[in-house]
């Protein structure tokens, strides 16, 4: 019984890091659009973040101030 309440967890967990995943890669999209990125550019950066989300927010924050 112990067993199914923590693997009830461990899939929330996930869901939960995979929502975020989707969440911020969407908004790295929109914020380069609005920095009047081409759409291109932005989906380069969709693509990045998704595959790679923590290296691809952090190297997206990065070459965003430029």
């Not at 908004?27 to 693509?47: F, K, T």
């Amino acid at each position: 019984m112990m067993a199914g309440g923590s693997m009830l967890v461990f899939l929330f967990f996930i869901l939960g890091i995979f929502l975020l995943n989707i969440f911020t890669s969407i908004w790295a999209y929109r914020d380069s659009l609005r920095l009047g990125r081409s759409r291109e550019y932005a989906l380069v950066v969709l693509i990045g973040t998704l595959f790679f989300p923590i290296l691809g927010l952090i190297v997206y924050l990065i070459i965003r101030s430029d």
